[in-house]
């Protein structure tokens, strides 16, 4: 069934019309007609599955056709503190750990991070696309660019924090986590840009609370780091405690 991001206004009403921008990519990529179920979400774990009742050049109508499923988040609230990577790999970041259900996405301008954007706005837009391909109910927070101080700041509220470092202290990701007899309510993976963190960052990290965790012996990409922490923290602490129910 084809997938369609609303606001939350648009899915709990019985009808709602989409303009043309917002219908532009079931209407002309997916070429929906009248009578076209479309499972409507909107990013904050509600979901529910709509008739197309008409289809024109101004947009399409939607009809509800079931009730509301509230979707439980899961039982870690998992924040990715990624150093900007150049290029599309910080697209390809953000698309994959959409994918891996983290709950939000901090950018972070470290002292020797290349590509320093200013904003989020085509991040945002491919993790909708991530979100609308794979079936997830939850979108994830993704803020602007923060400086590495600011980024600190917030990381340092969250308990446990886990960095990525290539220290001979860094014991493996994996031991890390066996201290935990439950998962925690939150967690956080801050990961360096492709020439690591400055000395004085990773002092920063660690005064700050952080744990420094090994990936093992391969030097992994920055990228990679980043989805390798974050598909490990998914896998032991990202399940949901119970399906879905109505309201």
Known sequence: MHRCLVTTEELLADTCALDRKVAHHLQTVLRVRPGASVMLFDGHGRTRTATVSTADR????????????????????LTLFACVSKGVRMEWTGEKA???????????????????????????????????????AWLPEITDPLAF?????????????????????????????????????????FVGPEGDFTPDELTSLTAAGAIPVSLGSPVLRAETACLYGLSVLSCAWGEPPREPHSF
């Open 58 to 77: 101004n947009g399409l109508v939607l009809t509800a056709d079931t009730p509301v499923h509230e979707h439980l988040r899961p039982v870690c609230a």
């Open 98 to 136: 959409t994918e891996l259900g983290a709950a939000r996405i901090v950018p972070v301008l470290s002292a020797r991070t290349v590509s320093r954007p200013a904003e989020a706005t085509r991040w945002r837009r491919i993790a909708e696309e991530a979100a609308r391909q794979c079936g997830t």
């Open 149 to 189: 101080d600011a980024a600190l700041a917030l990381a340092a509220q969250i308990r446990p924090l886990f960095v990525a470092a290539l220290t001979p202290e860094a014991r493996p990701l994996r031991d890390a986590l066996a201290a935990f007899s439950a998962p925690p309510p939150s967690a956080g993976w």
